[in-house]
């Protein structure tokens, strides 16, 4: 069973800078991305990060590009967000998600390819 587990969260001065790690369990040697998402009360959930098993490759939404990493970990089955000069406004609850595909697995910031989601990490950012 496909399942995503989100911990690192909590809460942080403005500028500061926050890890957040998605641990993974069941899956196979299949291609798949997985994305960070977030959800800011009273906003929709924003796709912020993604990185593919398959290549490697990344993308990051313009809110976070420069200041937020996503890296992967295949030995510890892991997929992390470094977060630095945090901002107020990065303030959300912080889930992480997992899409498969046949082949070659695209990064992807949009919501609808992703099958499978964590229950999410509150990330607090103050001023």
Avoid: H
Avoid at 30 to 42: K, L, S
Avoid at 64 to 84: C, H, P, W
Avoid at 111 to 127: E, I, K, L
């Amino acid at each position: 069973e496909v399942q995503l587990v989100e911990s690192g969260g909590g809460l942080v001065q403005a500028g500061g800078s926050l890890r957040i790690s998605c641990g993974l369990s069941g899956f196979n040697d299949e291609d798949y991305a997985i994305g960070w998402f977030r959800q800011a009360p009273g906003k929709e959930r924003e796709g912020i990060s993604s990185i593919s098993n398959s290549d490697g490759s990344t993308k990051y939404a313009d809110s976070v590009k420069g200041r937020f990493t996503i890296s992967s970990d295949n030995s510890e089955n892991a997929v992390y967000l470094q977060m630095n000069s945090l901002k107020p406004e990065d303030t959300a609850v912080y889930y992480c998600a997992a899409a498969f595909w046949i082949r070659r697995a695209p990064p992807s910031l949009l919501a609808a390819p992703y099958d499978y989601w964590g229950q999410g990490t509150q990330v607090t950012v103050s001023s």
